[in-house]
Every structure is written in C-alpha cells, then in structure tokens.
C-alpha cells in the first residue's frame, strides 16, 4: 500500500471514469447579448408601440388647439381662460415629468407607460363631458399631468431593447411619429368639427368638439394594446439585478427576430449591471424622498453637470422657438392669404395685423361665436407640414449613422439661420411659408438632442434624465407660445434678427454635446455572425 507506483495505478485507474465539470459558462455583456438577437420583427413592433405612445402625447395636447373656436358657443369662455386652457397640458407635462422620470427608474417603463396612458384616457373622456371651462381647464391638465410619461419614457423602451448599431437609427424614427400627430390630429379635425351634431347627452348639448376630444383618445387605447404585449426591458431588468429574467426576454425576442426557438440562442450567461433603484425599498414618506433625491442628484454629478445644463439649455430654447411660432403659424397663414398672394415681406404683414378683428382671439358676438361653418383650409395646411416634417425625420434616420447626430444638428440650424435670414427679403408667398416652415422644423432637433441624452445617461437614471429634459423642452414651449407670439406681431424684424442669434448660439451649444463613437455597422440577418458569438459555448 506504501508503494509509490501503486498509489499513482490506482490514481489512474479510478480517476479516469470522473469527468471534469464543465467550466461556467463565460457572462456575455448587454451590449453583445442584444446584438445577438437581431433586429427582426419584434424591433418593428416595438417601433409602432412606442410611436402610438409619442404621437398620444402629441395628439392629446395639440388637439386642444383645433377645438378652441367650436367650443367658445358652449362653455363661453373668455380671452383670459382660453390662453389658461392652451397651456393647461403643456403645464400638467412640465409639473409631471419629474415624477414620471422616477416612477420609470423605479417601477419599470412598460409598467409605468400602461398607468400613465390608462389614467390619461380616462382623464381625456371626462373632459368631452365638461360643463363648464373650469373643468375642460382641470381634465386637459390632468390630461398632459398623466400623459407626460409617454414623451420621454418611450425613448428609454425604445432605445433599451436595441444595441449600439440599430438604437440611433430606431430613436430617431420614433420622434418622427411627433410629425405623424401633426396630419392625424387636423384630418381628424377636418372629419369631425364640420359635423352637425344637436344630440343632447346627459342635459347638455354634444357638440362636434366634444366627439373630436373623445375621438382623440383612440391613440392612447391603441398604444394601451400594444403596450400590453411587450415584456420589460432587459437592460432595466439587469440593473433591478434580473438577470434570468432579462436572458428570457432576449430569448423572446431573439426567436420573434430570427424565427428560431428560443433554446438556439448562443447566450447562456449575461453580466449584471449595477445601480438600480427599486419602489420595494420606499416603506415611507422619507424614503420615497430619499429615493427621489437620489434617482435625481446623479444627472447633476461633476462629470455630468455640464452636458446635463448644455442639453436642457437647447431643448428649452427649441421647443420655445419652435412652439412659438407654431402656436400663430396658422394665424400668419390667414394674413397672409388675405394679400391673396400678392407679394408681400412678412415683416410688413405682421406689423399690420389688426388684433381686434373678429377671429383674431378677442370677444365677438354670440352669433359669430356660434357659427356652425368651420374652415378647414389651416387643417390642410397642417397635415401638408407634417407630411414635410415626417419626410425630413425619415432623411435624418438614414444618413444620421453617416453624418452623426451633432453635425446634422447643426446642419439643420445652419439651414435654419439661412432661412431666417431670408425672411427680411424673400416676397413670394410660397417662399415666404417654405422658410417659415423650416425655421419652425428646428423642433425636429429636440428630437435628435434627445436621442444624444438617451445615449449619454446610465441606464438606473436614464429614464428620469429624459423626462427632465423634455420637461425643460415643454417648459420652453409655455413660454414661447406665450411670449414669443406677441412679440412677432409688435417687433417683428427684432424678433427674427434675435432669433438669428438665438440659433447661431445654440449651434454653438451643439458643438459641445456629448456624442458617443459611431458604431461600425454589423450584418444582424444571419446567427452566424462572427463577431460577439465568442464566450457562448
């Protein structure tokens, strides 16, 4: 038994029949794991949701504006009550956005999505019901109150679910459903208000407008249904520590793209993330404070301080620009066809619009009031624009992966400031509404700011990150649908030279935003693609 040469034989001899265990299969990163699956099916589906989430928002606050002659014969507002009414869901966005952030941090954007648009809807209907201004003012700002969760929580789902070679691309075409709002709300407009309706509903008389608000909220069901079949994200579901469940969304969603099974998925292991924040830790008042704090003292970090000012800078100062000008655009278009399309600078209309004409927004008599007749021909406008604008969001899809997103934000501002300066000589009517119309496009920049800000901030402080800053966009948009409109009417010239300078600083702003490496564009079609498939065996 003491023989060396013994011990070594049986050594031999019975350890040849063990295996080894196999090693633990190596955790691949997010970022290799999401690319694996492709982009397919779910992806597209993924695309129309969030879209019907974004265009909700869009179409709930704007549909306001297309009923504020109709409803006048009913609730009898007065001018004051009427501009409260305009901003009452720009306001209910601003004072949500914060909370919304947080609840999507905390509680999970699918989860968060489905309550916001559900109390939204509901909110929506009860206003087609009002009886007086007061409670149309109260419902519509419940109304932008709830569905603010819908602007910016849609582009952290949407980018989630994407890896570094589709999620630009993706984003980007989902702030286009922004420009789709812009034909859905006027055709339907155009479909309803004419509509003479004397049904009497629950005492009162159910005038066109109120079937146009209660119409209206066909989008947020339709999003509601969609929203209802999409998991959680699996980037989210890593930082909340999920890890299996997060590699069974990417099984799902790799079999929806590749018409595989699941099982044929080459990732067995994913590596968790760290720094999420949970609603299970809030058992008070103080924590919920605490945890609010600390999803919000992160974006304000040295090391983020200065990119998180520079982008709410410039979505504060486009929305105010763009929302300004949008607000009287169809006012402009009125004077300017009462010329009959004689030539004519723009300035020099302006400075002679009579305010106190009946349909200029002051006190008319009942009989005006009242009238039936509703001209359509701002609402065919409208939709022309937002067919425009949905054209220049599909051109920014396809070559912002060439151009990157910095230069072509501040390409288009340097095409904006051409226009602005076209605008104190160009006559012809025509040019006149192309140049108006592209220097009110520069709205369509916010949504490429917020596509830099959904890349530039973690994922556990994503989501609250891209409702402050679209909170500070709507902000801007109250007080230039406020301010800037008044002032093209009284200092029309000063206005559009301060405008010059207003985007030749945001341009400079845009230099300075952050933007990360454009990513070398890997085929997804085939699961045999080479690169990342290491470490799944």
């Known amino acids: 038994m003491d023989n060396p040469a013994y011990v070594i034989d049986c050594e031999r001899e019975f350890g040849e029949g063990r295996e080894k265990p196999p090693p633990s299969p190596k955790p691949h990163s997010f970022e290799e794991a999401i690319t694996l699956t492709g982009v397919g099916r779910f992806h597209y589906k993924l695309l129309l949701i969030c879209g019907l989430c974004f265009m909700a928002v869009m179409v709930e606050i704007m549909g306001v504006s297309l009923i504020m002659n109709q409803m006048k014969c009913d609730l009898q507002p007065t001018l004051d009550q009427q501009g409260i009414l305009a901003s009452a869901g720009f306001l209910g966005v601003v004072l949500s956005s914060h909370a919304m952030g947080f609840l999507a941090d905390t509680w999970g954007r699918v989860t968060t999505l489905r309550y916001a648009l559900l109390l939204a809807a509901v909110c929506s209907i009860i206003s087609g019901f009002s009886v007086s201004i007061w ?26 679910f994407h890896g570094n070679g589709s999620r630009v691309r993706h984003v980007t075409l989902l702030s286009g459903f922004l420009c789709l709002s812009m034909i859905f709300a006027p055709a339907m407009a155009i479909g309803i208000l004419p509509l003479r309706i004397e049904t009497v509903v629950l005492g009162m008389r159910f005038s066109s407008w109120r079937v146009l608000l209660i119409a209206n909220v066909s989008i947020s069901l339709l999003a509601l249904v969609g929203l209802s079949t999409l998991p959680e994200t699996p980037k989210y579901m890593l930082v909340q520590g999920q890890g299996e469940a997060a590699l069974e969304t990417l099984r799902l969603i790799f079999s929806q793209n590749r018409r595989q099974p699941p099982s044929e998925y080459p990732v ?34 040295r090391s983020r301080l200065v990119h998180t000012l520079n982008i709410c800078t410039i979505q504060f100062l486009i929305y105010s620009m763009a929302q300004g000008i949008f607000m009287w655009f ?101 040019l006149v509404v192309i140049a108006l119309t592209v220097v009110m496009a520069i709205g369509n920049c916010g949504g490429l700011v917020s596509t830099i800000a959904m890349e530039f901030y973690p994922t556990h402080i994503n989501a609250m990150g891209m409702c402050f800053i679209m909170m500070m966009g709507r902000l801007g948009a109250v007080v230039g649908s406020n301010l800037l409109g008044r002032l093209l009417f009284t200092s029309c010239d000063t206005v559009f030279w301060s405008l010059l300078g207003l985007v030749t600083f945001l341009c400079s702003l845009g230099y300075f935003l952050p933007e990360k490496p454009r990513a070398k564009r890997v085929a997804t079609g085939t699961p045999s693609a080479p690169v990342l498939a290491i470490s799944s065996k």
């Not at 519509?140 to 952290?156: D, E, M, N, P, W």
């Not at 760290?274 to 609010?292: K, N």
């Not at 030539?343 to 039936?372: H, I, M, W």
Request: glycine content about 12%; overall charge negative.
């Open 330 to 430: 169809p006012t402009i278009l009125d004077e300017l066809g009462a010329r009959g399309g004689a030539p004519t600078l723009l300035c020099r209309v302006l400075s002679e619009f009579d305010a106190q004409r009946p349909g200029n927004g002051t006190a008319v008599d009942a009989a005006q009031l009242c009238a039936v007749d509703v001209d359509t021909n701002t609402y065919q406008v409208m939709i022309i624009i937002g067919a425009s604008f949905t054209g220049i969001y599909l051109v920014f899809a396809y070559i912002i992966d060439y151009t990157g997103k910095r230069n072509l934000l501040m390409g288009w501002m340097a095409l904006t400031m051409i226009c602005l300066v076209g605008l104190h000589f160009v006559e012809q009517f025509a």
């Open 268 to 301: 067995r292991a994913i590596g968790l993330e760290s720094g999420g924040a949970s609603l299970a830790d809030v058992h008070g008042f103080c924590d919920a404070v605490r945890l609010v704090w600390r999803q919000t003292v992160p974006l304000f970090y």
């Open 135 to 160: 409670m149309l003012i109260v419902f519509r700002f419940l109304t932008g109150f709830f569905i603010s969760g819908g602007q910016a929580c849609v582009f952290s789902l949407c980018g989630e």
